[in-house]
């Protein structure tokens, strides 16, 4: 009985014994009973199947016919079925193969990689299979057939889900495919395949697919997705692909370390994963490991992080405070608003799904709590799709750290017949060649240089050393050298490790090996904290094109794809202990070269101007400390007005906030002024007032009036009528976001005359700008027009395109407030247009916010949605507190006119949150009209005549509110006399009561 019998019945019952189809069983009814036993292990009274295929008979004519099927099947199959007098049942012990069988024992293998599942469930149980007058057979089908498709249902699942887990992005799309064949509601499936597709770089297809959910829901079930299928549709909608990232060009093909990789790789595709550190000693390679791997995510399987893989590098960073900002300039976070840096990070990360490379973490793990180990901590709390790669010379003693110990690079065994298939003779070979193009090593060479490797353990920088003495020495006498200073380092320095030794002795041989006019170069570059280029080499440590080309060809320093100049962090270190500069005159020509780099930067808002600064701020923020140590005055005064420019246009608000306040505690902030030279007071009025500034653009109004009143102050040992003219303009600003028009208004008006008297074009274009606001929120139209056309023609004269760009912005919101929507929308058109050119974010979200309140108020309610969900984005994308609850204002507007009151309530109460926060009381009272209309719409007018009341006897409402207020208050009965309430309360109590979440 060797041929084994096949039975398959999932789909159309098949049965086969030999390779060919059986036939000749007899009726259907011979097929169901061999279905029936095959289907359980035991036997079964020749009544219970009589009653079982024959019910609607009398028991005898019953059994007659079950004697008459069993004798035929047992023609055919009889060694595959027990018959005994009493009893029928399958031999479980004879070669056979059930496709129920091997479903069941899949489903409990849970054997993830395994395609069977999607060839053995061929259609349902017994598809198509119908015994007429068997109730019993067709009972036991239906709950069979119900039982079975739970089961592939499920397991199905299990397998799509562990591939969209490991990024087996393919194989999950035919296992939704083949789920959605058992089961086109599940609204489950469906956004796996939509998530499936999405990382599978297919998003327009995910998209159909929620479109396909959707018309299959209203036309079956008549309803719509469930919130989850929605917001993945909304996410998906919102993503690019391939994600981006910020990696850069390998500067060499990447030898060896094959299974390192691919371990690194597994972890940090595995869904647990939260936190990988690369751990080693300087100089083992774990930056380009760590790199490597990140390049194979971002490039092999770019779904993995739907929203990105950034490199952060931390060489250059001094202290942990600043890991924030280093975070935000990789992933192109903007920083907005009054929170302090760490919690916008972290808010933005929140829902963000990244893999962040934290790179040379070592000197930031110091012993005080807020170090670097804790915010990787708080970024591992506040987020659940973020995954840490780290490198380090330290492990970072978190608990989910998965450490990985770096080995040096692979060597060869004693009397390897191919030593150079081994990546430490490789690289070696690689950088020989790059100074000796023609370099074949002998027998004896090759053998120094396996010793060689195996002196250094694989150390790739200690190698990439050794192979620049190469045309100065032979293999032989570079492993003699290094094995001569590696003994010596053993007995002198028996305290560090081996490994560091290694490189130490390298590195001592290789600045030996150096003329002393290169020693004294290569050790006042040591002063650079971060990548240099050309010209700064030659300024600083007198570094000729000849001296970079040859500490290139001894591999002391790398040139980047970009032209910019690297000295590994190990090196660098080394190189310090050689400076000669105990009188700071190379660290001064350092501070003079870029503080007057940032004085030829112009304005530092073009995008031209901002990347150069963005290039060398390492550079520039150690030049700015020691000037300001130093208080060299001349050096800050020629540095603030550019690098205020650039932290504004850049958002990166609160790192210049840092800067000034750092330069002003080392010149005693709390001095006398009247005791300051002109000098100081000239320079610490305008950091305080530049501070102030800053301030005054995250909301921040209490410290910019303290900043003020300090620069205020110092004005009195300073005759500038500019830089007074700067201090009043900015002090305006503070009464104007407090809704005091008429004291902002005459301090511009003072602040105009002043700026005139001292030619400073830039302070008169700016004070007329802000006339214009104050005229315009007054209701002086008219005037206000005048003073914006005049702020942009004093733009266009500096050519400044952002001024511009702000001024025609302004002038497209004065002719809104006027009915003159044509123009208007001509405005908006061309300040976007110049706000676009000069990637000017804040200010093309700005626009496209007003656009969409322009839409709203010619009653296009679709456009002013899309508009103001744009303006929504960009303002959360840079975190502009005060943008974001405009653009919530108007979401909020809008769904109060189309009905849609609970989205209506949900912004409207989000964005007097914010408007609050920032300290825009215009902003708070126009909240309070849309929502009197919120409040009007739900059928609540005793509420919306009282909001819309207050807001009409407020003295701060600005006139485009109060116009609003008055055609709300033509439709209700407002209250005889509106009792005086404090806004903020009011805002409170809108909050608790008629905005509450419902």
């Keep these: 009985m060797g041929d084994k019998l096949i039975i398959r019945l999932l789909g159309a019952i098949e049965i086969e014994l030999a390779g060919e189809p059986v036939t000749g069983l007899g009726t259907r009814k011979a097929e169901a009973l061999l279905a029936y036993l095959v289907s359980h292990k035991r036997p079964f009274s020749r009544e219970q199947l009589a009653d079982l295929l024959w019910d609607d008979r009398p028991q005898k004519q019953a059994l007659a016919n079950l004697r008459s099927l069993l004798s035929g099947m047992r023609r055919k199959i009889k060694p595959w079925l027990i018959v005994t007098r009493q009893t029928v049942a399958f031999n479980h012990d004879s070669p ?29 149980f017994l598809e198509g299979f119908y015994l007429r007058d068997c109730l019993g057979f067709e009972e036991w089908a239906t709950l069979e057939r119900e039982r079975l498709q739970r089961l592939a249902v499920n397991a199905l699942r299990r397998r799509a889900i562990d591939c969209l887990r490991n990024g087996r992005y393919q194989r999950g799309l035919q296992y939704t495919d083949k789920l959605l064949k058992l089961d086109d509601l599940s609204e489950q499936a469906h956004r796996l395949k939509m998530e499936l597709l999405a990382r599978n770089g297919q998003r327009s297809a995910a998209l159909q697919q929620y479109a396909a959910c959707r018309r299959i829901l209203a036309e079956e079930l008549g309803v719509e997705p469930a919130p989850a299928t929605q917001a993945l549709q909304q996410r998906l909608r919102s993503l690019s692909f391939p994600p981006p990232h910020n990696l850069p060009p390998d500067p060499a093909p990447f030898l060896g370390r094959e299974a390192a990789l691919d371990d690194i790789n597994r972890k940090l595709r595995a869904p647990d994963t939260r936190l990988l550190a690369i751990v080693g000693p300087g100089g083992i390679g774990k930056t380009r490991l760590a790199l490597q791997a990140a390049r194979h995510i971002a490039q092999d399987q770019p779904g993995r992080f739907l929203d990105g893989v950034f490199f952060a590098p931390l060489a250059a960073t001094q202290t942990a405070n600043a890991i924030p900002f280093r975070l935000a300039e990789a992933i192109g976070f903007a920083f907005q608003g009054a929170d302090a840096p760490r919690q916008q990070i972290l808010a933005h990360l929140r829902d963000k799904e990244m893999l962040l490379l934290f790179d040379n973490l070592e000197h930031l793990l110091t012993p005080e709590d807020d170090n670097a180990a804790a915010f990787l901590a708080d970024v591992l709390r506040e987020t659940t799709a973020v995954t840490l790669l780290a490198t380090s010379r330290e492990r970072l003693n978190l608990y989910e750290e998965i450490v990985y110990a770096i080995p040096g690079l692979a060597l060869p065994p004693d009397e390897s ?268 009025c305008d950091l305080w ?282 439709g209700l009965e407002l209250p005889a006399d509106s009792p005086p309430q404090d806004l903020d309360g009011l805002v409170t109590t809108l909050l608790d009561g008629l905005l509450a979440s419902e």
């Excluded at 993830?112 to 999607?118: D, F, N, Q, R, V």
């Excluded at 290094?482 to 600045?511: C, E, G, I, K, M």
């Excluded at 700067?726 to 009464?735: D, K, P």
Aim: charged content about 20%; some cysteine.
């Design 96 to 124: 056979y193969w059930l496709d129920t069988a091997e479903l069941e024992k899949l489903t409990r293998d849970d054997d993830a990689g395994s395609p069977t599942l999607l060839t053995l469930y061929r259609g349902d």
């Design 689 to 970: 007032a530049h501070k102030a500034r800053l301030h005054l653009h995250i909301g921040q109004l209490r410290h910019a009036e303290s900043s003020l009143a300090q620069a205020a102050a110092c004005l009195g040992q300073v005759d500038d009528p500019g830089r007074r003219s700067t201090i009043l303009s900015y002090l305006s600003m503070t009464h104007f976001y407090a809704g005091q028009y008429e004291q902002a208004s005459a301090l511009l008006e003072e602040a105009l005359q002043l700026a005139l008297q001292a030619d400073d074009l830039n302070g008169v274009a700016f004070a007329y700008n802000f006339l214009g606001s104050s005229a315009k929120a007054q209701g002086q139209y008219k005037q206000a027009h005048n003073y914006f056309t005049q702020a942009l023609a004093a733009y266009r004269q500096l050519e400044d395109e952002i001024g511009a760009g702000i001024a025609l912005h302004n002038l497209g919101n004065l002719a809104q407030a006027t009915g003159d929507y044509d123009s208007s929308l001509d405005y908006y058109q061309q300040c976007n247009a110049l706000f676009q050119a000069n990637d000017y974010t804040q200010g093309a979200a700005t626009a496209s916010a007003n656009a969409g309140r322009l839409a709203l108020q010619m009653g296009n309610y679709a456009e002013a949605e899309k508009l103001l969900a744009e303006a929504l984005t960009l303002k959360e994308a840079i975190n502009d507190i005060r943008g974001i609850a405009v653009a919530l204002v108007g979401l909020g507007a809008v769904a109060a006119e189309t009905g849609e009151l609970g989205q209506a309530r949900a912004y409207l109460a989000r964005s007097l949150v914010l408007a609050q926060e920032s300290g825009d009381v215009k902003l708070l009272l126009e909240g309070v009209v849309v929502t009197a209309v919120y409040a009007h719409r739900r059928s609540q007018p005793e509420t919306a005549a009282a909001l819309t009341a207050f807001v009409l006897n407020h003295p701060a409402t600005a006139q485009e509110v109060r116009q609003q207020a008055e055609k709300l208050a033509a």
């Design 417 to 684: 017949p191919q030593p150079e298939q081994y990546s430490a003779i490789a690289l070696f070979l690689q950088q020989a060649r790059r100074l000796r193009h023609n370099f074949t090593p002998s027998p004896d060479e090759m053998a120094a240089i396996v010793r060689l490797c195996r002196l250094l353990d694989g150390a790739p920088l200690a190698i990439e050393l050794a192979a620049g003495w190469s045309l100065q020495h032979s293999c032989q006498e570079i492993a003699e050298e290094t094995a001569a200073s590696l003994d010596f380092l053993r007995t002198t320095y028996r305290n560090v490790p081996a490994r560091q030794r290694s490189l130490r002795a390298v590195f001592d041989h290789s600045w030996a090996l150096l003329p002393a006019a290169l020693q004294t170069v290569f050790a006042r570059l040591s002063l650079f904290p971060d990548t240099f280029t050309a010209e700064a080499a030659a300024a600083v440590a007198g570094a000729a094109a000849d001296d970079l080309a040859a500490l290139q060809d001894k591999f002391l320093a790398r040139q980047e794809v970009n032209g910019r100049y690297h000295i590994h962090p190990l090196l660098q270190q080394f190189a310090a202990e050689k400076l000669d500069d105990a009188d700071g005159a190379i660290r001064q020509r350092h501070a003079a070269f870029y503080l007057d780099f940032i004085a030829r930067q112009g304005s530092g808002e073009s995008v031209a101007e901002r990347a150069a600064i963005r290039a060398e701020l390492p550079n520039v923020t150690l030049a700015w400390k020691w000037a300001a140590r130093r208080r060299d005055y001349a050096a800050l005064d020629q540095a603030i007005p550019t690098l205020h420019s650039f932290f504004s246009a850049q958002s990166w608000f609160h790192e210049g906030i840092d800067h000034f306040q750092f330069a002003l505690a080392q010149m005693d902030e709390a001095a006398n002024p009247a005791a300051l030279s002109p000098a100081r007071a000239q320079t610490m």
